[in-house]
């Protein structure tokens, strides 16, 4: 997925799911930071790594599990099954709002076609 921005730069969020060895399910975000007009390239910048896991007890559900790891990702969050550690994130508010409001408004263009 592709945010735009208006000064220069886009972001990519790539979503991946891992199955872990109980029967969680894992939802991984990387966000990288491109020049405007290279959205396809692999010469990002990755600035957010986040992941969330389901609990046993829980229902996979991919929205839930997406937003989780793209605040984990935004925010410079690691998440174990026994602790939640902060690492130095290069994201500032602005950077954070830009991409949030684009992640949550993408179903609003798609469905006034």
Do not use: P
Not at 39 to 62: H, L, M, P, W, Y
Not at 65 to 74: N, W
């Amino acid at each position: 997925m592709i945010i735009s921005d208006k000064n220069g730069f886009d972001y990519r969020l790539n979503f991946s799911y891992y199955n872990c060895e109980d029967d969680r399910i894992s939802t991984h975000c990387k966000v990288e930071k491109v020049i405007a007009g290279h959205r396809f390239n692999d010469e990002g910048e990755v600035i957010g790594d986040g992941s969330a896991t389901c609990d046993s007890r829980d229902q996979f559900t991919k929205s839930v599990g997406r937003k989780l790891a793209l605040s984990h990702a935004l925010l410079g969050i690691e998440v174990t099954a026994k602790e939640m550690t902060s690492n130095d994130t290069q994201l500032d508010k602005n950077e954070r709002k830009v991409i949030w409001e684009g992640y949550l408004s993408r179903h609003l263009k798609t469905k006034g076609k």
